[in-house]
């Protein structure tokens, strides 16, 4: 049976290009970086050199980035090393407002677990409200920031819709207040969706922290980073032999830190033309959909959002047996983030931008990618309708 892949936005297949960067340091260049020795140095060579090439895929300096495991690492690294830092001294005080955090109410899961374990060890947490393409008011961000804010983490691009935020209009308004008050407020974001998929400029931006993960961007899983914009005060959640300048112990995965390297190498030649491609195959399918199946809807903005992201809903269908049947028919998408999709709730995305549960749980996200063709957008349009027709017959919603 064919099989199309249409769920990038999950994970995605590592590059043949990316494979071949790897495969010597699994069992020929297989120092450890912390070793004097040949072998070790060797290693050293091939992480610094790494960190170099990631780090000119946003605009950054090479000794700002801070290899991790995961994206899920890096923002735990993010909200709880600013949170901590900030904190010292506070930090076994009870009934003392330890700080305040900012985030929006469509983070990813670990950046909206970070926040929830921080309150319970007395911070204070404000999540934005979104409007009903999931973008933030600046100026609801504008008066929900006080005295005792230390950060802002909003998400770039949403995993689940596809809506990028004003990042840079974010930073600059952050910028203006921080001189105002004569404060520091960081300002994180993450942009595990984004990095890769379209440009990125740290210092344009205006952050202070960054998150961006290999899996997402054809390299391997098991590496990720965090921009850390120097001069930023940050406490190290994991400790031990000081690797990554002290800012994350661990012995250090380099055949996946090269293959995120050479991932980040392929990315700034090719973007471009990738996007320009990608987003004529995504429109096609927006229109498709739209025009072939009644009672379908887009989620997200429908201009501002990643160029490989389509998220609808439908009517009178629950997004789960969709995925299934066209699960049947060889192709692959999800109802939201791979993340919580085995989770029986609605997402926490779409109720954000408005949605009722029973409509929430009829939504399909398909995302394209680097090796999707438009004969599998053909095929798809052509598999969906008939889904989601036999679905409506035998639905209960009706």
Request: charged share 25%; net charge positive; proline share 4%.
């Amino acid at each position: 049976m064919k099989r199309i892949y249409l769920d990038y936005a999950s994970t995605t297949p590592i590059d043949p290009r990316v494979w071949r960067a790897m495969s010597p340091y699994f069992n020929k260049k297989f120092g450890n970086t912390m070793s004097l020795h040949s072998f070790g140095q060797e290693a050293k060579l091939a992480l610094e050199e790494s960190r170099e090439r990631v780090a000119d895929l946003m605009g950054a300096r090479s000794n700002e980035i801070i290899f991790t495991s995961s994206a899920t690492e890096s923002n735990n690294l993010a909200l709880k090393g600013i949170a901590l830092r900030q904190a010292q001294g506070k930090l076994f005080k009870k009934d003392q407002n330890k700080g305040h955090i900012i985030i929006s109410q469509i983070e990813h899961p670990c950046i909206i677990e970070s926040a929830r374990w921080l309150e319970r060890q007395g911070f204070e947490v404000t999540r934005l409200k979104v409007n009903k393409y999931g973008l933030i008011n600046l100026k609801d961000l504008e008066k929900a920031i006080k005295k005792e804010t230390i950060l802002v983490s909003i998400i770039h691009a949403s995993n689940e819709i596809g809506t990028i935020q004003p990042i840079k209009e974010i930073g600059k308004l952050l910028q203006a207040i921080n001189h105002k008050l004569r404060a520091k407020i960081y300002f994180h974001t993450d942009a595990s969706q984004s990095f890769g998929k379209i440009p990125i400029d740290v210092n344009k931006m205006k952050v202070d922290l960054l998150t961006a993960s290999s899996h997402k961007m054809y390299g391997p899983k098991g590496a990720a980073c965090l921009y850390i914009k120097e001069g930023t005060n940050i406490e190290p959640i994991l400790h031990g032999g000081g690797q990554e300048e002290g800012m994350r112990s661990s012995t250090v995965n380099v055949p996946a830190i090269v293959g995120f390297a050479r991932a980040c190498e392929i990315c700034q030649k090719e973007m471009v033309k990738e996007v320009q491609r990608i987003i004529k195959l995504r429109n096609k399918l927006i229109k498709g959909v739209l025009e072939k199946i009644p009672n379908s809807y887009l989620n997200g903005h429908p201009k501002n959002r990643l160029p490989n992201n389509a998220n609808f809903w439908f009517k009178f269908v629950e997004g789960e047996s969709i995925v299934i049947q066209l699960d049947l028919s060889g192709i692959s998408a999800s109802t939201g983030s791979a993340c919580s999709s085995a989770k029986l709730e609605p997402s926490h995305v779409l109720l954000a931008i408005g949605l009722k549960h029973q409509e929430a749980h009829g939504s399909l996200r398909v995302s394209l990618g680097r090796f999707t063709k438009e004969k599998d957008i053909n095929y798809l349009l052509k598999v969906l309708p008939v889904v989601i027709k036999q679905l409506r017959k035998i639905s209960p919603f009706r």
